[in-house]
């Protein structure tokens, strides 16, 4: 009895190698491809220095990255940072990844559904003149995590115009996550707000809008009478309302010296309230609380908003944000009125830094821009490059399910300091579990995460498979269970 079982014992391995055998040859074959690559190689203790590999930088590997079960499954923000720093300048080409077009077929039927949609361009009745304000631009820059770049006059107080529209898209958003609205509520023009002045969503009373429509048009074009609707809708017909939650929200960002008054940022000849007030300091701590909301964050990174009108009409608001896509730019708002002069907060992300910067003041939109160019040219002279896209990193990373047990990463973005930052990086292992597609060139297997002196994580790069790697079948399954995990 015991010899017969201890041959059918010996068969079940035998059928499970030879099917191990086949998967096992392909991945192996792919891997050794990429072991000729330089090795990142970085220490697991956050208090040890950077082991650099040699002659570090030479070579990057492309990849196209594949969608899969295991992707969504990993997904988190910094996959929104990497997703929106694709378009950095030449200079400072970051990510690794980049969006694939879509397929003809896809192109086709996109082509079909809008054949007969008519494109109009949104009516502007914004009309950005001179500023009066003679005073100095004040500007604030720095990291995310509080390296300051430069600082000029930021705690001095001044009009912020359109800027205001970011707290009352926070606040929208606050109200959405407690479960007070949705962003799929209809949200109808009312006649008293549906005119408000200044840039404004194309549309008249009776006209109705999801509210997360309402919300991309203050973002992305900055519309007056969209920020008027939210703040109604929400503050049940009291602004004075909906205002008083702005100014708690910005209380609760440690913004001292901010003071709202209305929704939108209008000035005092068009609203008889007083002018919200702000500094560059804090909105500065507004932009790094904005940018943490995925939401937000993937409005503010389109280049236009698209909403059809009553008449069937596809009308086309455009960005006014003219940096997007330069320098890692992916947002963040403009403003302007007359006493403030051309105000900006900026967010970009080169590789492992994520940077914001407010200018207040400027002259003109042309001077604002380009002032904001300037900076994030400075900027770029100054990063010292540490490891770059496509880098292997020198860990394994164990993978349950798989044929391979343990597979080599790559890095998705570059890495660098700034300046004299004196960042640490510390390698994590996800763990990850080979679903039915198996590991697809791309998937996101580990982190490197960005570490400040005192330890604390300040960001982190997606460490992504170079290569695809096949499930373990049951029986080699089986075997790696009757070997305890040697096979």
């Not at 002045?197 to 009373?205: E, H, R, T, V, Y």
């Not at 973005?413 to 510390?426: A, I, R, S």
Request: hydrophobic share 35%; aromatic share 8%.
């Amino acid at each position: 009895m015991f010899s017969k079982t201890k041959k059918i014992l010996i068969l079940t391995v035998f059928f499970a190698v030879l099917l191990y055998g086949e998967g096992e040859g392909t991945s192996e074959k792919q891997d050794s491809g990429s072991s000729k690559s330089e090795a990142v190689k970085v220490v697991k203790s956050g208090s040890d220095e950077i082991e650099q590999a040699t002659n570090r930088g030479n070579s990057a590997h492309k990849y196209s990255k594949k969608s899969s079960k295991h992707n969504k499954k990993h997904k988190n923000k910094s996959e929104w940072n990497s997703k929106n720093s694709k378009n950095t300048s030449s200079k400072a080409s970051d990510t690794l990844n980049s969006k694939g077009k879509n397929s003809k077929s896809q192109t086709d039927s996109l082509t079909k559904s809008k054949k007969n949609v008519k494109i109009v361009k949104a009516v502007e009745k914004e009309k950005e003149g001179e500023s009066k304000y003679n005073g100095k631009v004040i500007k604030f820059i720095a990291t995310t995590d509080g390296k300051v770049i430069k600082n000029e006059d930021a705690k001095q107080k001044h009009p912020i115009a359109s800027l205001t529209k970011v707290m009352n898209i926070m606040v929208a958003l606050d109200q959405v996550d407690k479960g007070k609205v949705k962003l799929s509520d209809k949200v109808c023009f009312t006649p008293d707000v549906v005119d408000t002045g200044g840039s404004w969503l194309n549309a008249k009373a009776g006209d109705c809008f999801t509210l997360r429509d309402l919300l991309r048009a203050e973002i992305i074009y900055s519309a007056n009478n969209a920020a008027y609707m939210v703040a109604s809708y929400i503050g049940k017909g009291n602004l004075d309302n909906y205002v008083k939650l702005m100014n708690e929200k910005a209380k609760e960002f440690g913004m001292k010296d901010t003071q709202y008054f209305t929704p939108s940022g209008l000035p005092t000849s068009m609203t008889k309230k007083q002018m919200d007030i702000s500094t560059a300091y804090d909105m500065y701590l507004l932009g790094r609380q904005a940018i943490k909301d995925e939401r937000l964050r993937e409005w503010m990174s389109e280049k236009e908003l698209e909403l059809l009108n009553e008449k069937g009409e596809e009308v086309v608001y455009n960005n006014r944000n003219h940096l997007l896509g330069q320098f890692g730019v992916f947002g963040l708002k403009t403003g302007f009125h007359e006493q403030a002069g051309y105000n900006m907060i900026v967010s970009s992300k080169i590789g492992n830094l994520e940077i914001i910067s407010v200018s207040l003041g400027n002259k003109s939109d042309v001077e604002r821009t380009e002032e904001q160019k300037k900076e994030f040219q400075a900027i770029e002279k100054n990063l010292v490059p540490i490891y770059k896209a496509g880098q292997v990193v020198a860990n394994k990373f164990k993978i349950k399910d798989a044929v391979k047990k343990e597979i080599t990463g790559i890095l998705a973005e570059n890495v660098y300091q700034l300046g004299n930052t004196d960042y640490k990086f510390e390698v994590k292992d996800l763990r990850v579990t080979a679903e039915k597609d198996g590991i697809l060139k791309g998937d996101v297997i580990g982190k490197l995460q960005v570490l400040s002196n005192d330890n604390k994580i300040v960001n982190t790069i997606d460490i992504v498979a170079s290569n695809d790697y096949k499930r373990l079948s049951l029986l080699g399954k089986v075997l790696r269970f009757v070997t305890f995990g040697m096979a």
